[in-house]
């Protein structure tokens, strides 16, 4: 134990205060710190986030440090100053308070942790507590909670995160959180791929007990994707189209067409390898990689036919299915001329008509006149 803020004090008073304290008075953890038995204690629980340590999509999973800023009233922890050298505030164990219940495990725990409760401080732990009675607690932890993930604007996506604490052993009637507890971030240091774009602190009551919910909204930083996956996308699209001018008599055009198929299909496996297991939300990137790949097939079976066409032996029998397939396309081209031909020519008699009025305009102006 220490004393801070007094005159200069000697080992003796310290021993005394903390006697009269834990000792002399029966200092009892079972039973809660306040002198009406029939009022709640209400715990002030203040967030200071460090850093969001990872932020795992496939698991759900979000992990972030820092520690709690945790306040309450200790009816059980009041002293007369001047009884005791003018000692103002004195540091003891987390044990030796009403915070645990079998001195190891603190009645707050995680509750939405990734594995399980996480238990929080240690025997290793101080409070400081002053003359009267107001205890603080700062207990330091990696907090893994889950996280739902609605990733089908991914990688333009916007996450919205809970970690969430709850009083697990009392009743809302015995132990509460006081509505003024907030989440700070003074020293957060900024995540290289995530960015906190707003901060909230609610208090809920669930199954008899409090809980406070701190969300963190958080907005994805694009460049990372933009740069090494979706502009490689963008220009696979591209060559996947121009299959179609080169020769057939080049060799190349089957083994191109199959090349950038599996382009977008190793793109694909990356792709699919960073979104959770999730059949709530889609991935538009992952749809157009999908379409893609659907294109490419496409692609090697109208290529499929035209090499095959092209490579006819011209004294074997036509199949039917080139027959048809020919007929279709002449057809298509045929009804697309006419079409461009019928539009040109309306085109060209609006004009010439237009002409026409205009250069008769005068002329029937003077026969007016001479009328």
Request: glycine share 4%.
């Amino acid at each position: 134990m220490s004393v801070c803020n007094g005159f200069h004090q000697s080992s003796d008073v310290a021993k005394n205060l903390f006697n009269d304290l834990f000792i002399n008075k029966s200092y009892n953890k079972q039973v809660r710190p306040i002198n009406d038995q029939n009022d709640a204690i209400l715990v002030t629980v203040n967030f200071r986030l460090f850093s969001i340590h990872n932020f795992d999509e496939v698991a759900e999973k979000i992990a972030v440090s820092g520690y709690l800023d945790v306040i309450w009233w200790d009816d059980h922890l009041v002293w007369n100053r001047s009884a005791y050298n003018d000692i103002y505030d004195m540091i003891v164990l987390q044990f030796h308070l009403h915070l645990t219940l079998d001195k190891t495990k603190p009645d707050i725990v995680l509750k939405n942790g990734f594995n399980k409760f996480e238990e929080l401080g240690g025997s290793f732990y101080y409070v400081i507590a002053d003359y009267n009675g107001l205890v603080a607690w700062y207990p330091y932890h990696m907090f893994e909670s889950q996280c739902a993930m609605d990733v089908t604007f991914d990688p333009f996506d916007e996450q919205t995160c809970h970690v969430i604490f709850s009083i697990w052993t009392y009743r809302y009637y015995e132990v509460g959180f006081y509505p003024d507890s907030k989440l700070g971030l003074g020293g957060y240091v900024e995540n290289s791929l995530w960015t906190i774009t707003s901060t909230s602190v609610q208090i809920n009551r669930v199954l008899g007990s409090d809980e406070i919910d701190f969300t963190i909204n958080l907005r994805r930083k694009p460049m990372y994707y933009i740069v090494n996956i979706i502009i490689s996308l963008i220009f696979l699209g591209i060559l996947n189209s121009l299959v179609f001018i080169i020769p057939a008599d080049a060799g190349e055009k089957m083994s191109y067409s199959v090349t950038v198929f599996l382009s977008f299909a190793v793109f694909l496996t990356i792709i699919k390898a960073q979104l959770p297991v999730n059949s709530e939300s889609t991935s538009i990137l992952s749809i157009y990689i999908v379409v893609q790949l659907s294109y490419c097939i496409l692609v090697l079976v109208v290529n499929s036919f035209l090499l095959r066409m092209h490579h006819r032996n011209e004294c074997n029998e036509k199949s039917k299915i080139f027959v048809i397939a020919v007929k279709l396309q002449r057809r298509m081209c045929f009804w697309r001329s006419k079409t461009q031909s019928d539009t040109y020519e309306k085109k060209h008699t609006n004009v010439t008509d237009g002409c026409a009025i205009e250069n008769a305009s005068p002329k029937m102006n003077d026969s007016e006149d001479a009328m």
